[in-house]
C-alpha cells in the first residue's frame, strides 16, 4: 500500500501561495511555444517493430494536463458538482453542442478547470458567489493569465445564467470555436 502523499493540491478558489509556485504564470521561454515539438514524419510507422519506450518524447518540458498529483482532487470535484455545473454538465456532455467533446474538471498546470473542450482549446468557468472577492478576483486574473499564455481562452459565466438562460450560455459557448483560427 502507498503511503498518502503529505501535500494537498490547492483548493479551487484559493490564491497562488506565492511567486515561483505551480499556480504562477510561466516566465516567458519556460514552456515551448505552440507549435513546437515533435514534427510530422518523426514517429517510425507502425508495423516497423518498434518496441515500447522508443518514441521520441512528445513535448519537451514540464507535463501540464492533469498533473497526477490531482488526480484525487478532481476525480472528487467530478462526483460533486456544483448545481451549475451539473446542469451545464448535462448540456456538454456527450458531444451535445456543434459535435466537441468536454472535459469536467480537467487540469492544466496547478489549475482545475470545470469544463475543458481540447479541439478548441476553450476553457468554461461558472463563478458564483466565492468569486465576488477582490482576492478571488485577483487569484481569478491571474489563473486566466496562465491559461491565456498556454494558448486556452477562457469563457466565465455567473452559476444564475446557467439556470436563467441556458441557451443563451450555450449560444456564447458555440459562438467562441474556433477562435484560433480567428487569431492565428
Avoid at 52 to 78: D, I, M, Q, S, V
Avoid at 82 to 104: D, M, S, V
Wanted: net charge positive.
Amino acid at each position: 500500500m502507498k503511503p498518502k502523499n503529505p501535500t494537498t493540491p490547492p483548493l479551487r478558489g484559493t490564491p497562488p501561495c506565492q511567486e515561483g509556485s505551480i499556480n504562477s504564470p510561466p516566465v516567458k521561454g519556460e514552456y515551448p511555444e505552440r507549435g513546437e515539438g515533435v514534427t510530422k514524419g518523426e514517429y517510425p510507422e507502425r508495423g516497423e517493430g518498434v518496441t515500447k519506450g522508443e518514441y521520441p518524447a512528445r513535448r519537451e518540458g514540464p507535463r501540464l494536463n492533469n498533473l497526477p498529483a490531482l488526480r484525487t482532487f478532481r476525480t472528487a470535484l467530478r462526483h460533486h458538482l456544483t448545481p451549475a455545473e451539473a446542469r451545464l454538465w448535462t448540456h456538454l456532455q456527450r458531444c451535445q453542442l456543434a459535435g466537441r467533446k468536454f472535459r469536467r474538471q480537467h487540469s492544466v498546470g496547478g489549475y482545475i478547470l470545470d469544463f475543458y473542450c481540447p479541439a478548441e482549446r476553450l476553457a468554461i468557468e461558472l463563478d458564483g458567489a466565492v468569486h465576488d472577492s477582490e482576492m478571488a478576483q485577483q487569484y481569478d486574473e491571474e489563473r486566466d493569465l496562465f491559461l491565456r499564455h498556454c494558448g486556452i481562452r477562457v469563457l466565465r459565466f455567473e452559476n444564475k445564467w446557467v439556470f436563467l438562460q441556458p441557451d443563451e450560455v450555450l449560444a456564447e459557448i458555440a459562438r467562441h470555436f474556433g477562435w484560433q483560427k480567428a487569431h492565428q
